[in-house]
């Protein structure tokens, strides 16, 4: 049994630390270099999907709270197809969030210690053993217990929230020009949405869910998970809009042609956007700020995560998708074989993706595959009178179904081939159900919603306007919404038969 420790304020920072990492280090710079001064649409766009998808998860909160819910909720709502596709993708995403923070954290580091990135700006054998020690380090850290992890979580939090801030004013008073707003370039529509999954811009806001995952553990979690949610989004949404309007008026093209923004992917800014441009100001001790900054922000991010990713493992242990073990806690009431379970894999995401951009992507889609699930869990659950007790979405009838279409957009913004391989790594999860399997025949029907979600999203993907273009930009994006609601309202029609199992878990 797992305490129930956590107050209003330790999880608005657990989740203010989830989305303050190297989000903001690395996010405005590559959304900048896909939207240019569109870019600021891009973080209003992903704003808007995240607040939608944060109620919901918030009214679910407030239904059930329980340690690892995301996992949980597809599983109790429409059996274990569902749950088992759900349970690895939000794995799976999870567990790559801190060997990504870790990454980044090491490339601001790099500035200081030579030898640890390759001139692709890749991992070094030596970088992967640091990124490597870094994480048996949290490892540590997390299995001393919640509360020291909560601790060390909310120090970092107040840093990771003012430097940031004032960075961005330096910025803007120093040298920030209107110009930059006008040059447009070769920049097209398209890149606005482009940049939600592919600069970071979705990865940068998912993590309000460290609330969510850690409900089990907090006081009262029926009022105080709903609130941390919506005051960390709130927090955050404001300091990245601020972050991106200071780096686009503040950026000074050197030997880069002024409007040719899908330049700047492969300028000397790519190796630390904040830090270079800080240098290249003139703003030498804000520079050594954002180099502590670089190193230190996302480690924070990268022990939260370990936290809550052991809480998801705990979760799927318990749904029987993992063996029983997993769900063991030690003497401090910590789940300490999921904690190694999930540095193992942790471990195996550094090796194929040595570079921030080359994770970043992929950890996006697969914890937004997962998160789909959870507009359809609030309608069954508002089917089966299962009531929340404090927050309440207001007509969830309207905001689910579009909750539910806006988390299938971000993937497909992503373009093809990823969606193809996103929704392939996602069906693999497909061998959980096999472990798990109660009723074959029944579970899946109940879950064939994210089957065909998953089936359908590369196709239209590669006839879109994000592969060869036969479907045009926006009416590609219409016929993604119209085939996204019509699954939406399928999947809400395949729930589980058992509803004493959502009751006893809902007023336990």
Known sequence: MLKKELGIIDLMM?????????????SAFYASSMAGPYSI????????????????????????????AAAGYPFLTNGTVAGSLNAWSLFLGYASTPPLEVIASIS???????????????????????????????????ATGIRN????????????????????????????????????GTVKPEGIFTAVPGAGIA???????????????????????????MLSVAVASAIYMVVQIAFIGSLQWGSIKPGDWSALANSSYSSGPMLVLASTLGLGALATVLLFDGIISPLGTSSIYQTTTSRISYRISEMGFFPKKISATNSKNVPIYAL?????VMILFVLPFPSWQ??????????????MSGPISLAIFDKYGVEAKGFRLPAPKVLAPIGFALSVLIVYWSGYPTTMYMSIIALVGLLLFVFARKNPIKDLSQGIYMIAVLAIMPVVSYFGSYGIDVIPFPLDIAVMVAIALCIFFAGTRTASSDVSQIEKIAYS
Not at 111 to 137: D, K
Not at 203 to 218: M, P
Not at 340 to 344: A, C, F, G, P, S
């Open 14 to 26: 657990a989740s203010v630390t989830g989305m303050i990492g190297s989000g903001w280090l690395f």
């Open 41 to 68: 649409f891009s973080w209003l766009v992903g704003t808007g999907i995240v607040a939608i998808l944060a109620l919901i998860y918030a009214d679910l909160s407030g239904r059930v709270p329980m340690a690892g």
């Open 108 to 142: 601001y580091l790099s500035f200081l210690v030579p030898g640890l990135l390759n001139s692709s700006g890749l991992l070094t054998p030596i970088g992967i053993l640091l990124a490597i020690a870094l994480l048996v380090l949290f490892f540590l850290l997390n």
């Open 149 to 184: 992890t909560s601790r060390f979580n909310n120090l970092i939090s107040y840093l990771k929230i003012a430097i940031p801030i004032i960075t961005s004013f330096f910025f803007i008073f120093t040298i920030f020009s209107m110009k930059n707003f006008s040059l447009v």
């Open 203 to 229: 990865f940068s806001f998912l993590g309000f869910r460290q609330a969510v995952e850690l409900s089990g553990e907090a006081k009262n979690p029926q009022r105080t998970v709903p609130i941390a949610i």
């Open 340 to 344: 190694i379970l999930d540095l193992i």
């Open 358 to 371: 080359s994770l970043v992507s992929v950890n996006s889609d697969l914890t937004i595959i997962a998160y």
